[in-house]
C-alpha cells in the first residue's frame, strides 16, 4: 500500500476532506446562477456549517479539532472549484473567526469560539478603500472615547458583510495597528461598490463606520505567538480550485468539439494536448509548492510568511494561464454567457488582484532576494 505524502491530509482527518467534495458537487449546480445574480450563496455557507467543518477548526480547547491547515488547503481547494463565490467567504469567515479566538484573551476567545459553533457569521474588514494592498497597516485612526475607541471611516472588499454578526476590524490606536472584534450594529452601513467582475456573488461592498465604538474589552493584545492565518492559508487554494474548473472545462470542451475540417474532436489537435499538458504541469507545481505551504503552517514555521506570497503568486499564475487556455481551445462560445469558460476567466482575474496581488507578491519577492544577496 502506498505511503501518502508528507503534505497529505492527515488520515484521520481525511472524512472532512471527502465531507466538503460531497458538499462542492451540489454548489457546483448552483454556482453559475449565484454569478448571474450576485446573490451570497448563503444555503451553501450554513450547509458547511451544518457539516461541522467550522467548528473543527478551531483549537481543541475551543471545542474544535484542530483541523490542520493541510486539510483547510484541500477543502478550500474543492470547493473553490465548485463555486468559487462560496469559497471566497469562507475563507474570509473561517480567517476572520479563528483570528479572532487566536489572537483575543481567554474570555473573549472563548466568546466568539461560542458564536461559530452556534452558526454566527464572521467577516474581515481589514482594506481601506485608500490603502490599496496594505490591509495589515490600517490608515484610519480610532479614537479614546467611553469603554474604548471610536471609529468613523470605511472598509471595503468585505466578502460576505451583509450578512456578517461579527467583524475583524483593524485601525490605528495611538499609530499603532490594531485589531478588534466588533458586532454589527446601526452605526455599520453596508454600501455597494459596483459588480464584481468575477466572483460576483461574494457579496463583497465597502462597509462604512459612523462613530462606531471599538469595544476595549473586544480589542485583541499583542500576540504572544505567531500563528498562521487561515485568510493567507487559503487564497492559494481558491485560486487552484478555479485552475483545476478551467483545467476540466477544456478537456470537456474539447471532448465535445468536433473539428469540421476533419470530423474529428478538438481534443485530437496537437497544439492543445500540447498547451493542456504544460498547463497542467505548470498547476501540479503550484498545487505542491501550496501544500508546502499549508505543511509550514502545521508547524507554526516562521517560513510560512514568505511561502504564502510565493504559493499565492503561483496560484494566480496557473489560474489566469488555464482560463486562457480554457477560452482558447472554446472560441468563440467561450464568450457566451451559457459557457462557464467566461466565467472561471473572471473568477481567475479575481484572485489575481486580491491582497496580496500578484504584483505586490512579485516585489516583496523581489525585496527579499535583493536583500539576501546584498548580506552575502
Known sequence: MTEPHPFAPPADERHWVD???G????FATTAAA?????????????ALHASGLDKALLPSEFGGQ?????SYGEIVRLLSEACPSTACIWVMHIGAAIGLVTMSTPEVARFYADELIAGRRFANALSEPSGGNLFLLPQQHAYPAAGGFRLTGAKRFTSGC??????????LVENQPTFFGVAVDDTIRFLPIGDTMGMRANGSRLVEFADTLLRDD????????RRPNHIGAGLAFLSLGVADAAVKATVEHARSRVIPTTGEPLATMQWLRFDLATTHSHLEAAVMYARHMTWLADQNDPGFLAATLRAKLLANQIAVDAAQLALKAGGGSGYLSTSPIQRILRDAYAGWVMAYSVEVCRDQISTELFAAFEEK
Do not use: G, W
Open 66 to 70: 484542530d483541523l490542520s491547515y493541510r
Open 19 to 21: 465531507t466538503a467534495a
Open 162 to 171: 451583509e450578512i456578517a454578526d461579527h467583524f475583524l476590524v483593524n485601525a
Open 218 to 225: 473586544r480589542r485583541c493584545p499583542p500576540p504572544t505567538r
Open 34 to 46: 449565484f454569478d448571474e445574480s450576485a446573490q451570497v450563496p448563503l444555503e451553501n455557507l450554513e
Open 23 to 26: 458538499l462542492a458537487a451540489k
